[in-house]
């Protein structure tokens, strides 16, 4: 039986990504990352991911030559750079993850090793301690390894997450137990209560089933999901489990969740190796959402949908075939910092 959580932070609190924004921040593709092979056309979706942003709030870009990458920009308006080195551009998940304390925030550093040491990443781990002063916040060193896309606050104390990934050895190989890991976020996030997902996965994912491809809060009562109605789909049965799973979970105060199931793309081939397509990547801006499409006949279904989910919002489709070459889709390319983080960036 898993301890109880004896952490009682309640003046810490990870903010929803639903809630008001500073920025958003973007590392963009350069020569040296896994882009190279098809750099022009992924830093095309890069620019109007960061095109969309700039319309609702700003963009801070990290950029291995400035030069260079403004030239990709017809209009920099709402769009900062910098200059920082990096392995490559999932910004979700080696950029620093913002808590509040009382009404200050703090962005934690949290160790990244890309994906439990499947990749080199040391310059992404380096990476928000070199930039911390653009920032407007304290800054936290922590040992401990967690990726942004792993985690998923409601902004009332709870996270969404899953056991494959926060539990796996690859990660904080001594934390391996639920409550070990309940603990670390309670002192770091102020979470009150995690709420575990065992099922659920994306062919061709190298994260290790992180939350924000499979199920995402789009207030503090509502979870979107990805649904497979495919029974001859390797992701039928995983799915489906995973679905029972989140008609079962209760908030603090023991009520049920509402859903809404997104649509599951087609099987998407590239190099015989099919890719983690995925509509829960989506990414929630200041008056807006961007979500990743991929020329797929679900497309439409699944902005209908997230409009639902966020009537007050527009919704804004951006082409992500490109990136999930890399395995990975708009909301990893992304991080959102809290409106209390003020950008110290020209």
Excluded at 170 to 192: D, M, S, V, W, Y
Excluded at 245 to 270: C, H, N, S, V, W
């Amino acid at each position: 039986m898993s301890k109880p959580n004896t952490h009682k932070n309640r003046s810490t609190r990870l903010p929803a990504e639903f809630e008001k924004q500073s920025f958003v921040q973007m590392i963009f593709p350069h020569a040296d990352s896994d882009w190279a092979p098809y750099l022009q056309e992924a830093s095309e979706t890069f620019v109007a991911i960061a095109t969309a942003i700039s319309r609702f709030e700003r963009c801070l870009m990290i950029c291995d030559d400035i030069v260079r990458v403004k030239a990709y920009f017809s209009k920099t308006d709402n769009i900062s750079f910098i200059q920082a080195d990096s392995d490559d551009t999932w910004a979700r998940d080696c950029s620093g993850i913002t808590v509040i304390n009382d009404t200050k925030p703090t962005v934690i550093d949290f160790t990244f090793t890309g994906w439990g040491n499947k990749f080199d990443a040391s310059l992404d781990n380096a990476l928000t301690s070199k930039i911390a002063d653009y920032y407007g916040a304290n800054y936290k060193r922590e040992r401990v390894i967690l990726e942004g896309g792993a985690i998923e606050s409601n902004g009332d104390d709870l996270i969404l997450t899953t056991t494959e990934c926060l539990l796996n050895p690859n990660r904080n190989i001594k934390l391996t137990q639920k409550f070990e890991i309940e603990n670390i976020l309670a002192e770091n996030l102020g979470t009150k209560k995690i709420l575990w997902l065992n099922h659920g996965y994306l062919a061709g994912d190298d994260t290790d089933s992180h939350i924000d491809t499979l199920a995402r809060f789009s207030d503090r009562e509502t979870i979107v999901y990805v649904q497979c109605l495919e029974k001859e789909d390797e992701h039928y049965e995983a799915l489906s489990l995973m679905e029972e799973e989140l008609q079962l979970l209760r908030d603090l105060e023991g009520k049920p969740f509402k859903l809404l199931a997104l649509p599951m793309t087609d099987a998407i081939y590239y190099d015989e190796e099919r890719l983690p397509a995925t509509y829960a990547n989506f990414l929630i801006i200041n008056d807006a959402v961007i979500v990743p499409t991929y020329s797929d006949r679900h497309d439409g279904e699944a902005l209908e949908t997230i409009q639902k989910a966020f009537p007050t919002r527009e919704v804004i489709g951006v082409e992500c075939s490109v990136l999930i070459r890399q395995h990975g889709s708009l909301h990893c390319v992304t991080m959102q910092f809290p409106e209390a983080v003020t950008l110290k960036a020209e």
